[in-house]
């Protein structure tokens, strides 16, 4: 076989490479197409063109052509029965010692583009060489270019770089890398700096500038935002996407969580709504989720809020919601929740838990509605009111992680104790998932002046310690404490509450007896006059699969006179 038969033979090889390349696309539905040099500038806004001589290129960074790039696969293989003799001439000089002449290419980025020799660059793919000699002219771009972006690449580039045109934020903050993955976001980002400039105007009653409102959004708002994603570590979950793609997803997730549970969410507050979504992508995340791990997890060991406990705090509990609905005494309940929001100075948040008879979920009967109004004015609280077609429970918990307290009833309308089993099923959920604590209200509203402190020396114990001592010191409230477990823990366990209470310079008498059983608590509340009582629910690894799981506070919450503060 002569020289041209053997390269003859191999363009056919090559170009069955590129067929098989290219039928592999449609499979997969990725491109296989070289990229047009001219759409590549133009999108990317190429522009001073500069020399930079005589270079070694990498092969593979060649993806792209000036006029020929239907002729190539994206791996640079010939696509056309036509180009036979010309790719197997520049192969046989190869071969003959001659070598493959320079080419020439331009350069954006890091990918290079031919402007002349792309048979002399698809002999050297097919060598597999590893670089090509080349004369090389420059582009300058605003934004990055690699070698393996694709078409939607390239549109994010081009919108990445309209952005940087109309915000000149490269210029105002050299620093930043504003930087997403998916089309369509730049023009949200743009949105939210036109609304920034808006409120600005606004809160400082004259025109801001365009340049003064871009800087003030990076810094105040993105930055924040950026920093709330960092500290929870948000993103270890999602290496392929970057923190401007949650930046704007917050800003989604914020509006579909304001829209569910009706009222408005504090940034950190919609970041650390994402913190278990992200979590639960791992192994771990997923084990601990199915046995209800993430609910235990508090910002601060110890403390159910996740504050610590200091002389000069003033507040424990800054929102409080309260569960109304038919069924419920819902004067007894916003009497309750007023009783705690004035000396905590907390806002009311309450949910009407039912629906009308289609169903909607925005319907609360006027006489609730006025009652709430006339509450709320009357002690100057501020608070919202929304409606919910689910059981007042699973209202609540949906709405748990964005308030401090949960006011729940174990009364009904009539002042009577419910308690037939749906009832007792809907406060096993509260107690099995709620991760905040519950107040379980019963027929008339108190302030805690003589709290009886359930203690066995549980690792959960230490929340309502924790709210004991709260309590105590800025309550003033007297304090009984009944020590439950193994009898001869006794005085171990009385040590460990009087050397936590010293701390805080709180006094507190203990039972004189061993406090076990259910009818034990109530009848030491009845005996000491308590009007409140604190206990610790210790959630079993279980739940997720016996939710009927029989709890020992079910039993208190049966019997009780007493209001219950639950921390789980």
Same mark, same amino acid.
């Given at each position: 076989?002569?020289?041209?038969?053997?390269?003859?033979? !191999?363009?056919?090889?090559?170009?069955?490479?590129?067929?098989? +390349?290219?039928?592999?696309?449609?499979?997969?539905?990725?491109?296989?197409?070289?990229? #047009?040099?001219?759409?590549?500038?133009?999108?990317?806004?190429?522009?001073?063109?500069?020399?930079?001589?005589?270079?070694? /290129?990498?092969?593979?960074?060649?993806?792209?052509?000036?006029?020929?790039?239907? !002729?190539?696969?994206?791996?640079? %293989?010939?696509?056309?029965?036509?180009?036979?003799?010309?790719?197997?001439?520049?192969?046989?000089?190869?071969?003959?010692?001659?070598?493959?002449?320079?080419?020439?290419?331009?350069?954006?980025?890091?990918?290079?583009?031919?402007? @002349?020799?792309?048979?002399?660059?698809?002999?050297?793919?097919?060598?597999?060489?590893?670089?090509?000699?080349?004369?090389?002219?420059?582009? +300058?771009?605003?934004?990055?270019?690699?070698?393996? %972006?694709?078409?939607? !690449?390239?549109?994010?580039?081009?919108?990445?770089?309209?952005?940087?045109?109309?915000?000149?934020?490269?210029?105002?903050?050299?620093?930043?890398?504003?930087? /997403?993955?998916?089309?369509?976001?730049?023009?949200?980002?743009?949105?939210?700096?036109?609304?920034?400039?808006?409120?600005?105007?606004?809160?400082?009653?004259?025109?801001?500038?365009?340049?003064?409102?871009?800087?003030?959004?990076?810094?105040?708002?993105?930055?924040?935002?950026?920093?709330?994603?960092?500290?929870?570590?948000?993103?270890?979950?999602?290496? @392929?996407?970057?923190?401007?793609?949650?930046?704007?997803?917050?800003?989604?997730?914020?509006?579909?969580?304001?829209?569910?549970?009706?009222? !408005?969410?504090?940034?950190?507050?919609?970041?650390?709504?994402?913190?278990?979504?992200?979590?639960?992508?791992?192994?771990?995340?997923?084990?601990?989720?199915?046995?209800?791990?993430?609910?235990?997890?508090?910002? #601060?060991?110890?403390?159910?809020?996740?504050?610590?406990?200091?002389?000069?705090?003033?507040?424990?509990?800054?929102?409080?919601?309260?569960?109304?609905?038919?069924?419920? @005494?819902?004067?007894? %309940?916003?009497?309750?929740?007023?009783?705690?929001?004035?000396?905590?100075?907390?806002?009311?948040?309450?949910?009407?838990?039912?629906?009308?008879?289609?169903?909607?979920?925005?319907?609360?009967?006027?006489?609730?509605?006025?009652?709430?109004?006339?509450?709320?004015?009357?002690?100057?609280?501020?608070?919202?009111?929304?409606?919910?077609?689910?059981?007042?429970?699973?209202?609540?918990?949906?709405?748990?992680?964005?308030?401090?307290?949960?006011?729940?009833?174990?009364?009904?309308?009539?002042?009577?104790?419910?308690?037939?089993?749906?009832?007792?099923?809907?406060?096993? =959920?509260?107690?099995?998932?709620?991760?905040?604590?519950?107040?379980?209200?019963?027929?008339?509203?108190?302030?805690?002046?003589?709290? $009886? $402190?359930?203690?066995?020396?549980?690792?959960?114990?230490?929340?309502?310690?924790? /709210?004991?001592?709260?309590?105590?010191?800025?309550?003033?409230?007297?304090? %009984? /404490?009944?020590?439950?477990?193994?009898?001869?823990?006794?005085?171990?366990?009385? =040590?460990?509450? +009087?050397?936590?209470?010293?701390?805080? +310079?709180?006094?507190? @008498?203990?039972?004189?007896?061993?406090?076990?059983?259910?009818?034990?608590?109530?009848?030491?509340?009845?005996?000491?006059?308590?009007?409140?009582?604190?206990?610790?629910?210790?959630?079993?690894?279980?739940?997720?699969?016996?939710?009927?799981?029989?709890?020992?506070?079910?039993?208190?919450?049966?019997?009780?006179?007493?209001?219950? $503060?639950?921390?789980?």
């Amino acid at each position: 076989m002569n020289d041209l038969s053997s390269a003859i033979n !191999d363009f056919r090889r090559a170009r069955w490479k590129g067929t098989l +390349e290219l039928f592999l696309a449609r499979i997969t539905g990725r491109s296989a197409d070289l990229l #047009s040099y001219e759409e590549v500038r133009r999108a990317m806004h190429g522009t001073n063109l500069s020399d930079k001589g005589l270079k070694d /290129v990498p092969v593979k960074a060649i993806v792209g052509s000036l006029g020929r790039y239907k !002729d190539f696969t994206h791996s640079f %293989m010939p696509i056309h029965e036509s180009d036979a003799h010309r790719w197997a001439g520049v192969r046989m000089a190869a071969e003959r010692g001659q070598g493959l002449p320079p080419v020439e290419l331009y350069k954006i980025g890091e990918a290079y583009f031919v402007k @002349d020799g792309n048979h002399r660059v698809s002999i050297a793919r097919d060598f597999d060489f590893p670089t090509i000699q080349a004369w090389v002219t420059e582009i +300058e771009t605003r934004v990055p270019f690699t070698p393996d %972006m694709n078409a939607d !690449d390239l549109i994010l580039a081009n919108q990445q770089i309209e952005f940087l045109k109309e915000t000149q934020l490269d210029a105002l903050r050299p620093e930043s890398n504003v930087r /997403v993955t998916e089309p369509g976001k730049y023009p949200i980002l743009l949105d939210h700096i036109r609304k920034h400039q808006y409120y600005m105007g606004i809160d400082l009653d004259r025109e801001v500038e365009w340049s003064e409102a871009v800087g003030h959004w990076y810094d105040e708002v993105y930055l924040n935002v950026l920093q709330l994603i960092r500290q929870r570590g948000i993103l270890d979950a999602f290496p @392929d996407r970057t923190e401007t793609d949650f930046y704007v997803w917050l800003a989604d997730h914020r509006k579909e969580l304001e829209a569910r549970i009706g009222w !408005d969410v504090t940034t950190e507050a919609a970041v650390d709504s994402l913190v278990p979504a992200a979590q639960e992508e791992t192994l771990t995340g997923r084990v601990l989720d199915l046995i209800g791990g993430w609910s235990n997890l508090t910002p #601060s060991e110890g403390t159910p809020w996740g504050r610590e406990l200091s002389p000069n705090s003033k507040r424990l509990i800054t929102e409080i919601l309260v569960v109304l609905g038919p069924e419920i @005494d819902n004067q007894t %309940m916003l009497g309750q929740a007023v009783e705690i929001a004035k000396h905590e100075r907390a806002t009311i948040r309450a949910v009407y838990t039912a629906a009308d008879a289609d169903g909607n979920r925005d319907v609360v009967p006027d006489s609730v509605k006025k009652l709430y109004d006339w509450v709320l004015e009357e002690s100057e609280i501020s608070g919202r009111l929304v409606a919910d077609v689910n059981d007042w429970n699973a209202s609540a918990l949906e709405r748990a992680r964005w308030n401090d307290l949960i006011v729940a009833p174990i009364y009904s309308m009539g002042k009577q104790k419910v308690a037939d089993e749906q009832w007792q099923e809907r406060w096993r =959920d509260l107690l099995v998932h709620s991760p905040k604590p519950i107040l379980a209200v019963t027929d008339r509203p108190f302030v805690p002046n003589r709290g $009886l $402190l359930m203690y066995s020396g549980h690792e959960k114990d230490q929340q309502a310690l924790f /709210v004991s001592a709260w309590l105590a010191s800025q309550w003033d409230m007297q304090l %009984m /404490v009944g020590i439950g477990g193994d009898a001869s823990q006794r005085n171990e366990l009385i =040590d460990q509450v +009087e050397s936590y209470f010293d701390q805080y +310079e709180v006094k507190a @008498d203990f039972a004189v007896r061993q406090i076990v059983e259910p009818a034990e608590v109530l009848q030491m509340a009845q005996r000491h006059s308590s009007d409140l009582i604190i206990a610790s629910m210790r959630r079993p690894v279980w739940s997720r699969f016996l939710p009927t799981t029989h709890l020992v506070l079910l039993d208190l919450l049966q019997d009780t006179e007493v209001p219950i $503060l639950i921390l789980n």
